[in-house]
């Protein structure tokens, strides 16, 4: 017999816990933010539509479906199955944190604070919840397939991410590579820069997008499905030793940019998160470039 569907519902901790969790009472974190020129009624009632929205969420899931609940930090460590439904309640960014740990499991989005959140990924609100989950189990439901970006070290170990991969230092030193495209002849340029960016089209309406328009925006940005990515190096520094003429590009999704360490660790990361790195050593070479994955975004 097939298991029943799983609902996953996915939040993290909300502004007004963590400062209870800090502060010790709902008072002692008052006046520590009146102190500092803010109102704690403004934090807590995002932290209640939070909640409410959860609540609203869960009561319209059918009665014979399984449910659960993850919280962002515990994500590297949730098991998630192929018969998962998985809510995101809360901001856009909450939907790339866990788009890495999914194999084509639907994904709803549901925007607890409407105008504060672009709504790119959480698209819909909690009253939407009973319609989404007919949706999300039916075979010609309203699916959004967005492209997703990977990296792969030459010791097999592999990050995935739905916005962009950020290869550098950990903190603000220098990372020091050498770069090369693969069907560019085998050029390569050795480098010293704050590190590379590689994004999505869905990463486009974020950090990606920044370091574009700083670059002019002579790239065309790509859409979220489209199977193209592009690339930036972050201050590239030029001396004798190291060069400033690849730093930036596009790849199509045969495409691989590679870069191999020649400092004693560089990380990579997907999505900001930090807490969930792949590190790298002196000599080794990481691929990146679109992953054969896929988010599965209900509509």
Same mark, same amino acid.
């Given at each position: 017999?097939?298991?029943?569907?799983?609902?996953?519902?996915?939040?993290?901790?909300?502004?007004?816990?963590?400062?209870?969790?800090?502060?010790? $009472?709902?008072?002692?974190? @008052?006046?520590?933010?009146?102190?500092?020129?803010?109102?704690?009624?403004?934090?807590?009632? =995002?932290?209640?539509? $939070? =909640?409410?929205?959860? $609540?609203?969420?869960?009561? @319209?899931?059918?009665?014979?479906?399984?449910?659960?609940?993850? *919280?962002?930090?515990?994500?590297?460590?949730?098991?998630?199955?192929?018969?998962?439904?998985?809510?995101?309640?809360?901001?856009?960014?909450?939907?790339?944190?866990?788009?890495?740990?999914?194999?084509?499991?639907?994904?709803?989005?549901?925007?607890?604070?409407?105008?504060?959140?672009?709504?790119?990924?959480?698209?819909?609100?909690?009253?939407?919840?009973?319609?989404?989950?007919?949706?999300?189990?039916?075979?010609?439901?309203?699916?959004?397939?967005?492209?997703?970006? *990977?990296?792969?070290?030459?010791?097999? !170990?592999?990050?995935?991410?739905?916005?962009?991969?950020?290869?550098?230092?950990?903190?603000?030193?220098?990372?020091?590579?050498?770069?090369?495209?693969?069907?560019?002849?085998?050029?390569?340029?050795?480098?010293?820069?704050?590190?590379?960016?590689?994004?999505?089209?869905?990463?486009?309406?974020?950090?990606?997008?920044?370091?574009?328009?700083?670059?002019?925006?002579?790239?065309?940005?790509?859409?979220?499905?489209?199977?193209?990515?592009?690339?930036?190096?972050?201050?590239?520094?030029?001396?004798?030793? $190291?060069?400033?003429?690849?730093?930036?590009? *596009?790849?199509?999704?045969?495409?691989?940019?590679?870069?191999?360490?020649?400092?004693?660790?560089?990380?990579?990361?997907?999505?900001?998160?930090?807490?969930?790195?792949? *590190?790298?050593?002196?000599? !080794?070479?990481?691929?990146?470039?679109?992953?054969?994955?896929?988010?599965?975004?209900?509509?």
């Amino acid at each position: 017999m097939s298991l029943a569907p799983r609902v996953v519902l996915v939040h993290r901790t909300s502004e007004y816990e963590e400062l209870v969790a800090r502060h010790g $009472t709902h008072g002692q974190a @008052a006046f520590f933010l009146s102190s500092r020129g803010r109102d704690i009624e403004e934090v807590a009632e =995002r932290h209640r539509r $939070t =909640r409410q929205a959860l $609540t609203e969420v869960t009561s @319209a899931i059918p009665l014979t479906w399984r449910q659960t609940r993850v *919280e962002r930090a515990d994500l590297d460590r949730f098991l998630f199955g192929p018969e998962d439904v998985v809510v995101v309640v809360g901001q856009d960014g909450l939907v790339a944190n866990v788009a890495k740990y999914l194999a084509g499991q639907p994904v709803l989005g549901i925007d607890t604070d409407p105008g504060r959140n672009p709504g790119v990924l959480v698209r819909h609100r909690p009253a939407d919840a009973a319609r989404l989950f007919a949706s999300a189990q039916s075979a010609r439901g309203d699916f959004d397939e967005l492209t997703m970006v *990977e990296a792969v070290a030459d010791d097999t !170990q592999r990050l995935v991410a739905l916005n962009e991969i950020y290869l550098g230092a950990a903190g603000h030193r220098t990372a020091r590579y050498r770069l090369g495209l693969e069907d560019d002849g085998g050029v390569v340029e050795a480098q010293a820069s704050s590190g590379v960016i590689v994004g999505t089209g869905t990463g486009a309406t974020g950090w990606i997008r920044s370091v574009w328009q700083e670059r002019g925006g002579r790239l065309r940005l790509p859409s979220p499905t489209e199977e193209r990515l592009l690339w930036f190096v972050r201050e590239a520094w030029p001396s004798p030793a $190291t060069g400033t003429s690849l730093v930036a590009g *596009e790849l199509a999704a045969a495409t691989r940019l590679h870069l191999t360490v020649e400092s004693e660790r560089l990380v990579a990361f997907g999505d900001g998160m930090e807490t969930d790195a792949v *590190e790298l050593t002196w000599g !080794q070479t990481v691929r990146v470039g679109v992953c054969r994955d896929r988010l599965l975004l209900v509509n």
